[in-house]
């Protein structure tokens, strides 16, 4: 339906607000806890309207949605809006030798095929592969550890058997290479999980939609029929999409997995993504977001680090055109991080940071996780336990809010996985 003049107006008006927050010079990169800014942050148990959430019923009917609207429409967006329906066609990639890790696990590869309801697939459309680990020394389905990876199947294990698909580079899409197998396997720690009793589910992200702005062009939001409304959903919003419907359909395409127990995890901006899938999808059983940053589990008021100024100007294509409104201004952002990790109470959810990734701040990723607790207490769960200062390094905390400051850099580590796991073994096992 056409704008009227008068929207048209607001809309113009919003777009040239954007664009000159988006050209103002950030401040300089603030490391000093000294110079960071007093605030104030909203309490994510009193409604909009100022009443007291005191019941879970008041936070299911009222709180909730209004916090996951005031996400959608201020920072996400609305996911794939703007779509008629949309048809996925699971179809399986040809394999002969599934039994891998000396007999450890199987391997499965499952291609999704999107396409606008009523239409056939052709080349060109959006595809996702799907590779999936399943340990063979499990009686029953197990639980899933789900995540996208930054750089092809291929390179989440040295595994012969994955198939070589596209990678973009430089905003081209170009064929995979044997080069780069395993490049990334230490993130991934297959066998350790598959050890445990878990299964492994992951796809490349830029199959999802390339990383750069412009590149919902070749993604699934292709399918879309967007206006360029301020609230429509851009890059993390189809990303964290991408993550609910694979987790939808592992019931139907991977018998071995229990779907009732698929654990969403991501790293730096697969962080923030898994945090917002989290959010959205209840149907998750456990969220763990590592050195996710601004956007992610740090808190924006903080001003440390990385910034929703300098996170908007260097990936615009990330966040909705709203959030933009706040680059310099976050005290007018209605909401923080904690309210983010509060939506997926009472689910468990962990948050991990590393000593030496300053620029994702340890401690308001911490901070978020505490003043989330309160959400956690009124389920009845014990929230992030007896803690209420940042922990020692290496020593992980909490209960039905876990997390852990290690050593080192911006990675995801052995170390951060036997946590990832021991958190998975006490909520779900």
Same mark, same amino acid.
């Given at each position: ?7 048209a107006?607001s ?8 664009l ?27 409604t ?12 299911n ?16 967006g ?35 095929h ?18 999936i ?5 499990t ?9 996208l ?32 197998r ?22 490349y ?49 991977? &018998?071995?997995?229990? +779907? ?6 991501? /790293?730096? $901006?697969? *962080? #923030? ?43 615009p ?54 003043h ?16 209420s200062?940042?922990? &020692?390094?290496?020593? +992980? ?6 997390? /852990?400051i $290690?050593? *080192? #850099? ?13 958190f ?6």
């Amino acid at each position: 339906m056409p704008l009227s003049r008068v929207c048209a107006f607001s809309c113009a008006v919003l777009c040239t607000a954007v664009l000159g927050y988006a050209q103002q010079p950030a401040a300089p990169v603030n490391y000093d806890e000294s110079k960071v800014p007093a605030f104030d942050l909203p309490d994510p148990l009193k409604t909009t309207d100022g009443r007291n959430v005191d019941s879970v019923k008041l936070w299911n009917e009222v709180r909730r949605p209004e916090l996951l609207e005031l996400f959608t429409k201020e920072m996400f967006g609305k996911a794939m809006s703007g779509a008629g329906t949309i048809s996925v066609a699971p179809l399986p990639i040809t394999n002969n030798e599934p039994r891998v890790f000396n007999g450890k696990g199987m391997r499965h590869q499952i291609r999704l095929h999107f396409t606008k309801e009523g239409e056939r697939w052709k080349d060109g459309d959006p595809k996702i592969d799907v590779l999936i680990y399943t340990p063979t020394h499990t009686k029953g389905k197990v639980p899933a550890f789900l995540g996208l990876n930054f750089q092809g199947n291929h390179t989440v294990d040295d595994d012969p058997g994955i198939a070589l698909g596209t990678v973009w580079e430089d905003k081209q899409s170009i064929p995979a290479t044997e080069a780069k197998r395993g490049y990334q396997k230490s993130r991934w720690q297959i066998e350790k999980i598959l050890d445990r009793g878990y299964a492994v589910v992951t796809a490349y992200y830029q199959e999802i939609e390339p990383d750069f702005d412009g590149g919902s062009q070749y993604g699934l939001r292709k399918l879309l029929d967007q206006k360029g409304e301020p609230d429509e959903g851009n890059t993390i919003a189809t990303w964290a999409w991408g993550l609910c419907m694979i987790r939808a359909l592992l019931g139907s395409i991977a &018998e071995d997995i229990d +779907p009732e127990k698929i654990i969403v995890h991501g /790293h730096s $901006r697969l *962080g #923030k993504t898994a945090l917002w899938a989290g959010a959205i999808d209840p149907k998750f059983a456990i969220v763990i977001s590592n050195n996710s940053g601004c956007g992610g589990a740090a808190l924006s008021r903080r001003e440390f680090g990385e910034t929703v100024h300098r996170i908007n100007t260097s990936f615009p294509h990330w966040f909705c055109g709203n959030f933009k409104k706040y680059n310099l201004d976050v005290n007018a952002l209605p909401f923080d991080q904690h309210e983010l990790v509060a939506l997926i109470a009472p689910r468990p959810v962990y948050i991990a940071s590393a000593v030496e990734d300053q620029w994702a701040d340890p401690k308001g990723e911490f901070l978020s996780g505490l003043h989330a607790d309160p959400v956690y207490r009124l389920f009845g769960t014990d929230g992030i336990g007896d803690v209420s200062e940042m922990p &020692e390094v290496n020593k +992980p905390v909490g209960d039905t809010i876990g997390y /852990h400051i $290690r050593t *080192g #850099k911006h990675d995801v580590t052995e170390y951060d996985w036997e946590q990832f796991l021991n958190f998975a073994d006490k909520h779900l096992r």
